[in-house]
């Protein structure tokens, strides 16, 4: 598939936005996630691999507050966030997209897009005493400047108006994408953002990405099991498995490493198979 190769035009700088710090979580019995740490720098497109159950979304959820892990530590732009609610972590620049559609179906995609904001800004002090001081119509013209800006981004004009339940799988993971993106965060999180696409969608929503990253400077965090995609348009990739980091790095380091290999194809196919051959 011909994807735009991130690492050919982002320049993500060296200071993290993202720290992971020794993080496990558990599930009374089961532990999820064992004392896993990374970096994500701002400005990259980082992107988390491995099987079933390997601890992927686990690890996004603790990024936005959904779970609090047993141990370690988040911080965000400086901040620790371990203890953060998910719509305070929203507040300061963590945005996400779902596995699974979380769309309001009978709405249209424009007010499916502006719920999102307001709910981000009705939380915050400063907008609503400007509310009240008189710039609520400026305010309100704002919120549509920046959704008008996010519908054109993403090629969505044509069904701004239409009940998002309408709309076609690959259409509404867009509009999905879109109302994240409106938020305007600073790191965005996508948890397999082509799960479930046709092949033309998922080169559609790989170029989104791309943009995302290159020309709205967003710091994006990505699990996606396509590995053609991740490979081409990440900068950096995590493998978990089990729970552990296996290996983390650029993606041809990554995909020659021998875990890897094993983690994906078996030790016995190690000699035969190459490396492009493994799908998650
Ligand atoms: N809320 C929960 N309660 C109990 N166990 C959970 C919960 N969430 C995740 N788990 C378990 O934690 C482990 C990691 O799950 P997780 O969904 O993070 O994996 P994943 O790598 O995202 O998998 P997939 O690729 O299938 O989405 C699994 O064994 C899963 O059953």
Sequence with gaps: ??????????DPGTAALLSIEAISLRFGG????????????????FSIIGPNGAGKTSML????????????????DGQDVTRLKPNRRAAIGIG??????ALFSHMSVLDNIMVGRHHLLKNNFL??????????????????????????????????????????????????????????????????PMAGMNLEEKED????????????GMTIIMIEH????????????????????????????????????KAYLGEDDLDEAAPAAMTA
Excluded at 1 to 10: D, K, R, V
Excluded at 96 to 101: A, D, E, I, P, S
């Design 205 to 216: 929503m790989a170029r989104y990405i791309v943009d995302l990253n290159e020309e709205w």
């Design 61 to 76: 959820n603790c990024i936005s507050g959904r779970y609090t892990p047993s141990e370690g530590r988040v911080v965000f």
């Design 127 to 192: 907008t609503g005493a400007l509310y009240w001081i008189g710039g609520a119509q400026k305010e309100e013209l704002e919120h549509r400047r920046k959704v008008e800006e996010v519908i054109d981004f993403l090629d969505i004009q044509h069904v701004r108006k239409a009940a998002a339940g309408t709309l076609s799988y690959g259409l509404r993971k867009r509009v999905e994408l879109a109302r994240a993106v409106a938020l305007e965060p600073k790191l965005i999180l996508l948890d397999e």
């Design 226 to 261: 396509d590995m053609g995609v991740v490979m081409d348009i990440s900068h950096r990739v995590m493998v978990l498995d089990f729970g552990r980091k296996l290996v983390e790095g650029e993606p041809a380091e990554v995909l020659a490493d021998p875990h890897v290999r």
């Design 30 to 45: 089961l532990k999820a996630l064992s004392d896993v740490s990374f970096h994500v720098r701002n400005g990259e497109l």
């Design 1 to 10: 598939m011909a994807l735009p190769a991130a690492s050919a035009g982002a």
């Design 96 to 101: 996400r997209t779902f596995q699974n559609l």
